[in-house]
């Protein structure tokens, strides 16, 4: 439905109070009701604090979203859907390990505020590839038939590994561009030889 909402409005056009609105709603959907989970999950002091820490960070990367002038096809660290994600489906593969738990959230805030980190808009580049949308709706239809047949768990620690691959995809793909030899200058073989 994140997604739709935007679709829309670049379709049909948007207003103020629209934009206001979507913030306000992934605010709570991306924001507190995930945090209220974590809260609930880690249990005392220690899970309000880091409840109220997840929300802030969220809240503080959907402000720097909403006045971020850079490419739109790209996010500047981990869009908060994807830090949702990761927090709900922590919450329900290992609600009880709370300290676990607590690792996903701490690691996936941080990551959401990363701003130096640049992700792929996943809805607007899969809106430019237009044949891709069948694969789409039948990975859809498999993680509800996953659901049905394994049980939520095993949907949520699907969708905890989608999630956490897409968060960690550009440090992987930068170290991956270090090690490999291809991206060294020329000649820079031939003089690491001489030396």
């Given at each position: 439905c994140d997604g739709c909402d935007g679709a829309a409005a670049r379709r049909w056009g948007g207003s103020r109070f629209g934009v206001l609105v979507d913030d306000v709603a992934d605010g709570i959907s991306f924001g507190i009701a995930p945090a209220v989970a974590v809260a609930v999950t880690?249990?005392?002091g220690p899970g309000v604090a880091l409840g109220l820490l997840y929300?802030?960070?969220?809240?503080?990367?959907?402000?720097?979203?909403?006045?971020?002038?850079?490419?739109?096809?790209?996010?500047?660290?981990?869009?908060?859907?994807?830090?949702?994600?990761?927090?709900?489906?922590?919450?329900?593969?290992?609600?009880?390990?709370?300290t676990v738990v607590a690792a996903f959230t701490a690691a996936i805030a941080l990551a959401m505020v990363?701003?130096?980190?640049?992700?792929?808009?996943?809805?607007?580049?899969?809106?430019?590839?237009?044949?891709?949308?069948?694969?789409?709706?039948?990975?859809?239809?498999?993680?509800?038939?996953?659901?049905?047949?394994?049980?939520?768990?095993?949907?949520?620690?699907?969708?905890?590994?989608?999630?956490?691959?897409?968060?960690?995809?550009?440090?992987?793909?930068?170290?991956?561009?270090?090690?490999t030899p291809a991206h060294e200058p020329q000649g820079a073989t031939a003089h690491r030889r001489a030396d």
């Open positions: 880690v249990g005392g929300a802030t960070f969220t809240v503080a990367r959907l402000v720097y979203f909403t006045f971020d002038r850079g490419s739109r096809s790209h996010f500047s660290g981990v869009p908060s859907p994807v830090g949702a994600l990761v927090v709900t489906s922590a919450v329900v593969v290992f609600g009880d390990y709370p990363s701003f130096a980190t640049r992700y792929l808009h996943l809805g607007r580049w899969l809106a430019a590839k237009r044949e891709l949308l069948p694969l789409a709706a039948a990975a859809v239809l498999a993680m509800v038939a996953l659901a049905w047949i394994g049980g939520g768990t095993a949907a949520a620690l699907v969708l905890l590994a989608l999630a956490c691959s897409y968060a960690l995809s550009p440090n992987v793909l930068a170290i991956w561009r270090l090690l």
